[in-house]
């Protein structure tokens, strides 16, 4: 039995947490603030224990199974493994003393559920015993629950069946329907007729945990691996009305639960899994009854009209159930959840990791709202706020496309985003990603200066001695000014004669970093610009006009101004832009030649007007400005010029020269601050990407402003953020699936630190991309995980190449690879052999026994599918006789033949040839009772 939580049903504030052994009730100590916080991440009740009890009498009788019935009294029934029931008021008897037990027979209970609507009337399943059959009784307790402890329990209804029962659940409203799940199919019973069912629908696997809604009642939910499957029992004979792949591939659900006020939602947790997953839709997908009616009213005229009429099962399936998936804070692994039977918002957690001893660290009681902010699509419909309710409105295809995040997040993955190979991991991440960017039209300015930046800086000459010195490639403005005094020096000009610069080693660098030329130097400074101007936009022709003059190189600005003057009266220029810009370009051009023929170094004449008539274009007004400093006062055009609207390469290189320490951190400051709150990523130009909490900071801004996993996830990877986890850094778990490794370095980090979050950013990003079944890209990001694996790009491109992949024992979590390295070697090279050495090594009846390979836990190794010898065994004698009479051996197979391939779906695989050789002649798996089509992937081929 799995260990579970439940609330009582008449008191608020009670719960208790049982599992095979003990049960324990608890107290919530509700706070001033309860229940009034909308934020998921918030613990708002203190949670006490207030009695904690055994509930195995015997060592041989074991409980199985347990329900909580519907009545204020909150009675509990236990079944065990003896066929013994046991009844107890969960309210009133905390001690289980007044226990009142039955014991109809001797089978093994598998599970029980108390009815809606008749609180007297318990269902019970039975295992087989001896001989016997599987059994469903419907027990009337109201004697036994009355004070009549003498009185035998009454037996009201009796089914038995051949096939293991899975679940049975009770509908809402029909107090008189049964629901049972078997391993061969669902059954509606009706417990007033005895051995017949209403409905009967048959089922390729078990289907577990089915449960009713409990709002409408004609509908129900159950689960088979990572799907949930959800029927309406009106229409039993058609396939399920919602079939969601619920969490990814490698999850299996572990319970679900309708919610006891909201129509039609439910909810679940997967195994070994921290997130919890929400699912909602429209009202109106089930509420087809008036529909349903008129369409049963209609006479069937002849059978083209019977053909086109349209089913109120289709009508349901055109609607979609919204998934939201929630982290709960403190619990990074859910065993058990419950909704609160009166409170619609709250809810309890239990960790998978409890201690019956102190629960109160495993327990947390979340508030959960149905606040939306935005859109939530549903194929044709999206959800909107409308106070605390969510309001579904028709006509989704009105949005714009970029209201659909998903899409575009996969969209992107699809056309390489994220993705390189794993030579230079890094490099062609970077490349590829820069590349899709620039190209996706929902991309924003922000996305795109931050790749732009973070190639300049990949690829930058002083990479390696940036990642030598500050511990990444990825430096920010504040990294290489931190602790460095600027000296003040003096440069003379011909324009603006005495100006005052401030520089060091440090600044020097930032310079580079905005690729700007070294000031001091006019002929690097000519070459750097016409480089920068090779475009012959005009707007770039006063950019760097602009930028000569900031490096203090007045006639290379006047240069550039009069090349200005030239571009915008050229016929070229005239023709392809509009006469308005033309001439406001012309008038500008007229003006800042003036001005310069006209300054004498302190003054601009007419400053005001000039800034007004030059405001069009923010380069040749901030040259007037810097011009009129000296008559304007330093400090304040400085500070105008940092704020304006030019790049923000440019504001930091300007800053860098022109500001002492103190005014150019305070600016920095506010320069980052403003970006926060605009344009999240471009601070990462101050403040760095590498693993420290403002790096982090930067992109949780980012996360909660654009909801865009995928670029946080890459920009970690890039970033190496997560090598300050010491899990991660331990070079011992060479062996470790990435998804354990994500899931133990989460429960490694402390609640707080801020990289936890980025963790579970990472894992649930490689969900999504098993969703997708975007297996290379997944496990193209995961190599990034591991410490080391990418940095060596920076200072010597790579010539030998990492370890692609670790083929792992799946018991004792071993590297299998080093310790059958040499043994899976002599099976690459075919070797022709005689018939003699064939007969001395077979012997001359063949019956020379098969060896196994094994790691060294001892343990076997994954076996073929189809001849059923394990990863490393020798090759089959068929094999080698068909090879020796080959007369060219590459018509006979690949060189790669033996090689183990599998299905990413459902794990099954084998040698490559006898995988390669089944699905030339058959569709699904080969494995029995799978069906899994593996040669069929929707976007990538399943085999892997």
Not at 54 to 69: G, H, I, N, S, Y
Not at 108 to 120: F, L
Not at 492 to 518: G, Y
Not at 904 to 915: E, M, N, R
């Amino acid at each position: 039995m799995l260990p579970a939580v439940k609330w009582l049903n008449s008191n608020s504030n009670k719960l208790f947490v049982i599992d095979q052994e003990m049960f324990s009730l608890c107290r919530v100590v509700e706070d001033k603030n309860e229940f009034n916080s909308g934020d998921i991440n918030n613990k708002l009740n203190t949670i006490k224990q207030l009695n904690t009890c055994a509930v195995t009498k015997q060592e041989q009788d074991t409980l199985r199974t347990f329900a909580l019935d519907h009545s204020p009294e909150s009675y509990l029934a236990l079944g065990y493994s003896t066929g013994r029931i046991s009844i107890f008021s969960a309210e009133n008897d905390q001690t289980l003393r007044r226990a009142k037990d039955f014991n109809d027979t001797s089978k093994s209970i598998s599970c029980m559920q108390w009815s809606y609507v008749d609180i007297n009337k318990i269902c019970v399943a039975y295992e087989r015993g001896r001989g016997a059959d599987y059994s469903v009784i419907v027990y009337d307790l109201h004697k036994l629950l009355r004070q009549h402890p003498k009185e035998q329990c009454v037996s009201i209804f009796e089914l038995n069946l051949a096939e293991k029962i899975a679940g049975i659940s009770w509908l809402k409203d029909e107090p008189n329907l049964l629901l049972i799940s078997g391993s061969r199919g669902l059954r509606i019973a009706d417990i007033r007729e005895h051995g017949n069912f209403q409905s009967v629908l048959g089922v390729q696997t078990s289907l577990m945990g089915v449960c009713s809604e409990p709002t409408a009642g004609h509908l129900f939910a159950c689960h088979s691996r990572n799907y949930l499957y959800i029927y309406d029992r009106r229409y039993l004979n058609y396939s399920p009305v919602h079939a969601i792949e619920a969490c990814s591939s490698n999850k299996i659900i572990n319970k679900i639960s309708w919610h006891p006020k909201r129509s039609f939602n439910i909810s679940l947790i997967a195994k070994d899994s921290g997130n919890f997953y929400s699912f909602s839709i429209s009202k109106n997908a089930f509420i087809q009854q008036e529909k349903c009616e008129i369409i049963n009213e209609q006479p069937q005229k002849n059978s083209n009209n019977n053909n086109n009429n349209t089913s109120p099962r289709s009508e349901m399936a055109g609607y979609a159930y919204g998934s939201k998936l929630f982290y709960v804070p403190g619990i990074s692994k859910l065993g058990s959840f419950d909704w609160h039977p009166h409170i619609a918002d709250s809810i309890v957690f239990l960790s998978s990791k409890f201690n019956m001893a102190e629960l109160t660290k495993d327990l947390a009681i979340i508030k959960h709202r149905e606040d939306v902010s935005t859109a939530i699509a549903c194929d044709n419909e999206f959800a909107l706020i409308t106070g605390r309710r969510l309001k579904f409105e028709n006509g989704f295809q009105n949005i714009p496309l970029n209201e659909d995040k998903v899409k575009i997040l996969k969209q992107r993955a699809i056309d390489g985003y994220g993705y390189g190979n794993t030579l230079s991991c890094t490099q062609t991440l970077i490349d590829s990603s820069l590349k899709i960017i620039e190209k996706d039209k929902f991309a924003d300015d922000d996305l795109r200066f931050c790749w732009h930046w973070i190639y300049s800086m990949f690829n930058s000459p002083d990479a390696g001695e940036m990642h030598k010195n500050y511990g990444t490639i990825f430096v920010g403005v504040r990294h290489i000014l931190t602790g460095a005094k600027a000296t003040s020096t003096i440069k003379h000009d011909e324009i603006t004669f005495r100006n005052r610069l401030f520089i060091n080693d440090s600044r020097l660098k930032v310079l580079r970093m905005c690729n700007w030329p070294n000031y001091s130097d006019r002929e690097e400074c000519k070459v750097v610009l016409d480089d920068l101007s090779a475009s012959g936009h005009v707007e770039e022709i006063a950019r760097v006009a602009a930028i000569a003059l900031f490096c203090v190189q007045g006639m290379l600005c006047l240069e550039y101004l009069k090349e200005f003057n030239e571009r915008v009266n050229s016929p070229e220029f005239i023709e392809n832009r509009e006469p308005e810009i033309v001439n406001s370009y012309q008038k500008m051009a007229d003006i800042i030649l003036n001005i310069f023929q006209r300054y004498d170094g302190v003054r601009v004449p007419n400053y005001e007007n000039v800034c007004e008539e030059l405001s069009d274009d923010v380069y040749l007004l901030a040259i007037v400005k810097f011009l009129a400093r000296r008559d304007k006062i330093y400090n304040k055009i400085y500070n105008e010029i940092f704020e304006s609207n030019i790049r923000l390469e440019d504001k930091l290189a300007f800053a860098v020269l022109h500001m002492d320490d103190d005014f150019l951190n305070s600016a920095l400051d506010k320069l980052t601050n403003e970006l926060l709150s605009l344009c999240p990523l471009s601070a990462l130009f101050i403040v760095g990407l590498k693993d420290d909490p403002v790096s982090h900071m930067v992109l949780h801004r980012y996360l909660d402003m654009s909801f865009d996993i995928q670029t946080t996830t890459l920009l970690l990877s890039i970033g190496n953020c997560f090598q300050g986890c010491r899990f991660i850094n331990d070079t011992s778990l060479i062996g470790i699936k990435s998804s354990e490794l994500l899931e133990r370095a989460i429960d490694s980090e402390d609640i707080n630190n801020l990289r936890r979050k980025s963790l579970l950013c990472f894992r649930d990003y490689m969900e999504l991309l098993n969703q997708w079944k975007l297996w290379l890209q997944k496990t193209f990001l995961c190599t990034f995980l591991r410490p080391d694996t990418h940095y060596d790009e920076a200072d010597v491109r790579p010539n030998v190449a990492n370890i692609q992949a670790v083929i792992a024992c799946n018991f004792c979590g071993a590297p299998i690879y080093p310790s059958i390295a040499g043994r899976i070697e002599n099976l690459r090279t075919p070797k022709v052999i005689s018939n003699s050495t064939f007969n001395r090594r077979m012997g001359a009846s063949h019956s020379a026994r098969t060896r196994t390979l094994s790691c060294i836990c001892r343990k076997p190794l994954p076996k073929c599918i189809i001849c059923r010898r394990s990863l490393g065994s020798q090759a089959e004698p068929e094999a080698e006789m068909e090879l020796m009479n080959s007369s060219n051996i590459k018509e006979k197979g690949s060189m790669i033949d033996h090689w183990f391939v599998w299905c990413a779906l459902c794990s099954h695989g084998g040698h490559l040839s006898h995988i390669r050789d089944w699905f030339n002649e058959h569709s699904v798996c080969a494995s029995s009772g799978c069906d899994c089509k593996c040669s069929l992937g929707e976007e990538n081929n399943c085999l892997s």
